[in-house]
């Protein structure tokens, strides 16, 4: 089960939705879905998957905090986990932004594929630009070397 949090951009509204996903070379496959409770949060049990396979998360529409207003289908904020994710991820502005900069390449539409290797290396650099619990900054950005 991955507890999951979306942060900042949406208003505490029940309904937002949810779902986790394992890439792959053909089109990706859809394990499970959700519906936000409380507070732009939300659960997800994945049964079944290949012990190999590159899970994402996605969570989609929102109230923009902004500007209010109603729902807008056009947000879309996703976090790529790996194949051994951590039990509480959060998904936001950075985990988006860390997800799609290593992604990019494999980013088809709406679709993330590509080979099982490749999608594994871009998916453990992840971290290394957003703490996944968090979603704050990751180990490699806050290291010494590169925060001058």
Known sequence: ?????????????????????????????????????????????????QSDAVLYLVASGGEPKAHGGEDNPAIVLMTVVGNKPPRHVVINEMTTLASVVTHTQFIDGTVVKGSALALRIAAGNVPNFVDLETGGYGATIQDALNSG
Do not use: H
């Open 1 to 49: 089960m991955y507890a999951c949090g979306l942060r900042k951009i949406f208003r505490s509204r029940r309904g937002r939705r949810g779902g986790v996903w394992a890439e792959g070379a053909d089109a990706p496959q859809q394990l499970a879905q959700a519906k936000t409770i409380e507070a732009g949060r939300f659960e997800i049990r994945v049964n079944e998957m």
